[in-house]
């Protein structure tokens, strides 16, 4: 009952108290937990798990395949089952799969198990903003996803300081046991913390068919598909750093990991204060024109970043330019998700499950083929991850004009 009464309370107010967007945001941390915490591992899980050198990229497009799949049907699920259920069970999968992680040796069982832990840790990104569309739309409904986005940004400050002290005094299975033990932290409190947002008078009862129905409808409508590309455009840029910055870091530039782990944080701290930016200026700008500054800004980062890595200005004894070229990019893309999502769910709130759903399927889809890109392309040089990172600008520019000619105005 008391949780019943606190989630009317929330809809009524149209606002979460921190704490439980402090809940959501470390919920939805999940994800970058579980991608950066490791990255520091990659040169030793490449000999440990016989992938070969460079095999560890695939497990992080596995993890980002898993990702996706995962998304296309917990949204559904959250819509007709409510919020607290479906979140709960997957991370249940979650932390089953990060034990099954820290016990093999063999690289195929290792994909597998990230991919099943991706596949439980999916409810972890659609369900939170699900259960913020629940609660909130337009502004308000941006400024609490402003305050996720903090909360959730700390993560990939965290996380690979987190791998790197584990490394230090332990192997690198500790760090899925590392996860096993936020994954069941994160059960925990949400079981006696968050309440549901969804009210019985409000979930669907759909089959398969219909629900295949409401994700084509989605797709065909422009207003959500082309901010919904943009928003996975802004992934596509993340998950090349992601799925790079080993490589140019540790293996090009011989970064130890408590140096990798700094410059770590020096990315996410541009990104999380561009993203309180945006935050406090929604009340003054249109979120449409906080997202086209920050995709303007990344176009003309790319484009920087590989004029200077082609005329090899930019190269692995430059390190901090290096440094400073991709936190200029990164920065950028706190103007760009939390606008692009409340601008894509803004017409969607009677579904807003399957919506996040589509919108994670997308970001993380795009997120497999940026990791896949960045597997298969040399590592002799900064050049790929420059490029790659600059296709996603390119997609989030060509995503925007044609939304500005569509749909004028929203």
């Known amino acids: 009952m008391s949780r019943t009464l606190t989630a009317e309370r929330t809809q009524a107010s149209g606002q979460l108290p921190f704490h439980l967007v402090a809940l959501l945001g470390l919920i ?19 000999e440990d798990l016989g992938g070969g050198p460079g095999s560890t990229q695939f497990t992080l497009a596995t993890w980002f395949i898993g990702l996706a799949v995962g998304q296309f049907s917990s949204g559904p699920l959250s819509d007709r089952f409510g919020r607290r259920g479906p979140l709960m069970a997957g991370l249940f999968l979650y932390t089953l799969a990060s034990i099954g992680c820290a016990m093999t040796s063999d690289y195929r069982i290792f994909c597998l198990f990230r991919f099943l832990a991706a596949l439980g840790g999916s409810t972890g990104a659609v369900i939170p903003r699900a259960m913020i569309r629940d609660i909130a739309t337009g502004r308000e409904g941006a400024k609490i ?12 400050i965290l996380a690979p300081s987190i791998g790197g002290m584990i490394l230090a005094i332990a192997s690198w299975r500790w760090i899925f046991w590392a996860a096993v033990a936020y994954g069941l932290a994160g059960i925990l409190s949400i079981w006696f913390m968050l309440p549901e947002t969804l009210p019985l008078s409000r979930r669907v009862r759909l089959p398969v068919t219909a629900v295949l129905s409401r994700y084509l409808f989605l797709i065909r409508e ?9 928003t996975s455009g802004s992934s596509f840029v993340m998950f090349a750093y992601l799925g790079g910055a080993p ?3 540790e293996h090009l530039m011989g970064f130890s ?11 996410a701290a541009a990104f999380i ?3 309180q930016v945006s935050g406090r200026l929604v009340h003054r700008f249109p979120l449409e024109k906080l997202m086209q500054f920050g995709i303007g ?19 692995a004894q430059t390190p901090l330019l290096v440094v400073g070229m991709i936190v200029c990019m990164t920065g950028s893309l706190g103007f760009i998700g939390a606008n692009a999502t409340v601008l894509a769910f803004h017409h969607h709130g ?20 940026s990791g896949l890109m960045m597997g298969f392309l040399p590592t002799t040089s900064i050049i790929p991850t420059a490029s790659v990172m600059a296709c996603g600008a390119f997609m989030m520019v060509a995503a925007n004009l044609v939304r500005r000619r569509i749909c004028p105005g929203n």
């Open 297 to 315: 800004w990344a176009a003309l980062a790319g484009m920087l970043n590989v004029g200077l890595t082609v005329s090899h200005i930019a190269t």
């Open 222 to 230: 422009p207003h959500f598909l082309l901010n919904a590309l943009i």
């Open 273 to 275: 204060l561009s993203t």
């Open 145 to 156: 996803m402003t305050q996720l986005t903090l909360v959730f940004g700390v993560m990939p």
């Open 247 to 249: 490589v140019v870091f």
């Open 28 to 46: 939805t941390g999940i994800g970058p937990l579980s991608t950066d915490m490791y990255l520091p591992a990659f040169p030793i899980l490449d």
């Open 350 to 369: 009677a579904h807003a499950g399957s919506a996040s759903a589509l919108l994670g399927t997308m970001q993380f889809s795009l997120g497999a083929v």
């Open 257 to 267: 990991p408590r140096a990798f782990a700094v410059f770590f944080g020096i990315n």
